[in-house]
Each structure stands twice: as structure tokens, then as C-alpha cells.
């Protein structure tokens, strides 16, 4: 299945989509190690090699997990109120989910 490259870029985490057509843009991003990338250009997950700055690329695998939300906990990354939020609740295996989110 081909990807169009800005997505494959969002999709290892690096970036938002937005933010790696900028990437391509400015020339940072290769494709299968001696082609400049051109916005719109589609990939192969399985065939193509991405890198950006020299670091090759994998899209990360997706992740579902069910929570059950205690009552008077915020859906939110921090309160200034100092209330408890979602992220304070999470194991610490699961801490680079909000690294991902952000």
C-alpha cells in the first residue's frame, strides 16, 4: 500500500504532516538514499527507504489500550488549577504516548 510521503513522515512520529512538508521543502528529507523528495510523492512502506537529516525513518505501529476515566479527572495534559489529569494516571511504560500526541 503506498503512502503519500508527508503521511509516512506524520506516521514514525517525528512530525505532523504539516511540519514534514516543510521538511521537504527545505530539502532535509530523501527517498531511498539519493533522490530529493518532492511533496506528493507517494512510498512504499515495505520498499522505500526515508531518511531526514541522515536518520532513516520507520512509521511506528499503532497502539490501543481501553482507560476508564475516574470521575473529577481531566481529559487534558495539564491544569493550572492543578487537578488530576489523564497523563497523571498513566503507567510509566506508557509516559512516550504524550511525547506522540503532542
Known sequence: ???RLQKYIAQSGICSRRAAESL????K???NGNQ???IGESVDPGLDTVSVDGRTLKPLTKQYFLFHKPAKVLCSRKD???RSCFYDLL???MTHLEKLIT
Request: net charge positive.
Open 1 to 3: 500500500m503506498r503512502l
Open 80 to 82: 493550572p488549577a492543578g
Open 91 to 93: 503507567p510509566v511504560t
Open 29 to 31: 528529507v530523501v527517498l
Open 24 to 27: 521537504i521543502k527545505e530539502g
Open 36 to 38: 530529493i523528495a518532492q
